[in-house]
C-alpha cells in the first residue's frame, strides 16, 4: 500500500494544486507541464498516470470522464481520477484531497472516478 500522488490536469485550477500544497508539504502533486505532457490528450495523460501511479486530478467533466470509462471498458487500469466542477469552491476540494492523503493508501481508488466535493 502507498500514499496518494496527485497529478494535476492541464485545467486544474493553480488555487489547488497550491492550497493543498501549503497545507500539507508532504503530498506529491505534480502538474502535467512540469512533466512535458500539458498539451497531451487525455487518453496519454491516464496511460502516463497509470504508469507513473498518480491520481489525476481534473476539471475536466466531459472527455476525462468519458476516456476513464474508455480505458477502463478495455480492461486498462488506472490509479484512479477525481473530478471536480469548476464552480465547486476551491477551499473544500483543498480538504478533500488533503483528506484523501492522509486517511487512504493509494490503491484504495484504482479503476474509480471521484466527483470532488465528496
Known amino acids: 500500500?502507498?500514499?496518494?500522488?496527485?497529478?494535476?490536469?492541464?485545467d486544474?485550477?493553480?488555487?489547488i494544486v497550491l492550497g493543498v500544497s501549503r497545507r500539507e508539504p508532504a503530498i506529491?502533486?505534480?502538474r502535467l507541464r512540469e512533466v512535458g505532457m500539458a498539451?497531451?490528450?487525455?487518453a496519454e495523460v491516464?496511460?502516463?498516470?497509470?504508469?507513473?501511479?498518480f491520481l489525476l486530478v481534473s476539471h475536466d467533466v466531459n472527455t476525462m470522464t468519458a476516456h476513464a470509462a474508455e480505458r477502463l471498458a478495455k480492461g486498462?487500469?488506472?490509479?484512479?481520477?477525481?473530478?471536480?466542477?469548476?464552480s465547486a469552491p476551491i477551499g473544500v476540494i483543498i480538504e478533500d484531497l488533503v483528506m484523501i492523503w492522509?486517511?487512504?493508501?493509494?490503491?484504495?481508488?484504482a479503476?474509480?472516478?471521484?466527483?470532488?466535493?465528496?
Open 76 to 86: 486498462l487500469r488506472m490509479p484512479g481520477v477525481f473530478v471536480a466542477h469548476q
Open 102 to 109: 492522509v486517511s487512504s493508501e493509494a490503491e484504495e481508488w
Open 28 to 30: 506529491e502533486f505534480q
Open 12 to 15: 486544474l485550477t493553480e488555487a
Open 46 to 53: 491516464l496511460e502516463y498516470a497509470a504508469i507513473n501511479g
Open 111 to 118: 479503476d474509480q472516478v471521484t466527483f470532488l466535493p465528496m
Open 1 to 10: 500500500m502507498s500514499r496518494p500522488r496527485f497529478l494535476a490536469n492541464h
Open 39 to 42: 498539451d497531451r490528450p487525455d
